[in-house]
Nanobody, 122 residues
Framework: QVQLVESGGRLVQAGGSLRLSCAAS????????MGWFRQILGKEREFVAT????????SYADSVKGRFTISRHNGENTVYLQMNSLRPEDTAIYYC???????????????WGQGTQVTVSS
């Protein structure tokens, strides 16, 4: 069983930066592909970024490419999402997820955290 706990979300002004963290517990972190997704109230959860188990491959949604960076520290069982040049439309609950394949699809992820709120003011 994998448990994921996100942290780092808060209120920030447009143009600012945040780093989200996702701490994972369980024996398989080094073999899990990790993803970040986000959800605005009343809308579907959407893909943000993903990183392969060995950290070599990353993929980003077009809306965040060039502004967000996903990384992981397998020795610390943690995955990060560095968010720069934040915009009001980035406001959402951000979720961390773990799964067996490198994918941009929600259905590919078996484990999910509870989410952390990011609010970007204009």
């Amino acid at each position: 069983q994998v448990q994921l706990v996100e942290s780092g979300g808060r209120l920030v002004q447009a143009g600012g930066s945040l780093r989200l963290s996702c701490a994972a517990s369980g024996p398989t972190f080094g073999n899990d592909n990790m993803g970040w997704f986000r959800q605005i109230l009343g809308k579907e959860r959407e893909f943000v970024a993903t990183i392969s188990a060995n950290g070599v491959l990353q993929s980003y949604a077009d809306s965040v490419k060039g502004r967000f960076t996903i990384s992981r520290h397998n020795g610390e069982n943690t995955v990060y999402l560095q968010m720069n040049s934040l915009r009001p439309e980035d406001t959402a609950i951000y979720y961390c997820a773990a799964g067996p394949v490198f994918s941009r699809e929600l259905g590919s992820y078996a484990y999910w955290g509870q989410g952390t709120q990011v609010t970007v003011s204009s």
